[in-house]
Nanobody, 128 residues
Framework: QVQLEESGGGLVQAGGSLRLSCAAS????????MAWFRQAPGNPGKERDI???????????YYADSVKGRFTISRDTDKYTVYLQMNSLKPEDTAVYYC??????????????????WGQGTQVIVSS
């Protein structure tokens, strides 16, 4: 069992930066693949969109095309934390951002159904 808690969201102007954190608790965090997803406002029924993924040893990292070159995912195993550094933010990045964990036997996935544990989300609003 893994519990996840996101923090770091907020209101920022376009072109600005935010760093999201996802603190994990539970056993064997270092074995889990981690990801960030987001869900834009006004689309509660829409599946969450993948933003970035990172495997257990940070050797495999994936970014959605929409954030490539602007966002950086990283993990600190000692601190049981995953980060999402977001630079050059755009209004279209406005969303609730969720941290997710995939059990070791499942590995890295690119859809929300590939992940087993979720945080509650943190709101990011980018004003134009």
């Amino acid at each position: 069992q893994v519990q996840l808690e996101e923090s770091g969201g907020g209101l920022v102007q376009a072109g600005g930066s935010l760093r999201l954190s996802c603190a994990a608790s539970g056993r064997a965090f270092s074995d889990y693949a981690m990801a960030w997803f987001r869900q834009a406002p006004g689309n509660p029924g829409k599946e969450r969109d993948i933003v970035a993924t990172i495997n257990w040893n940070s050797a495999r990292i994936y970014y959605a095309d929409s954030v490539k070159g602007r966002f950086t995912i990283s993990r600190d195993t000692d601190k049981y934390t995953v980060y999402l550094q977001m630079n050059s933010l755009k209004p279209e990045d406005t969303a609730v951002y969720y941290c997710a964990a995939s059990m070791p036997q499942n590995g890295v996935g690119y859809g929300s159904s590939d992940y087993d544990y979720w945080g509650q989300g943190t709101q990011v609003i980018v004003s134009s």
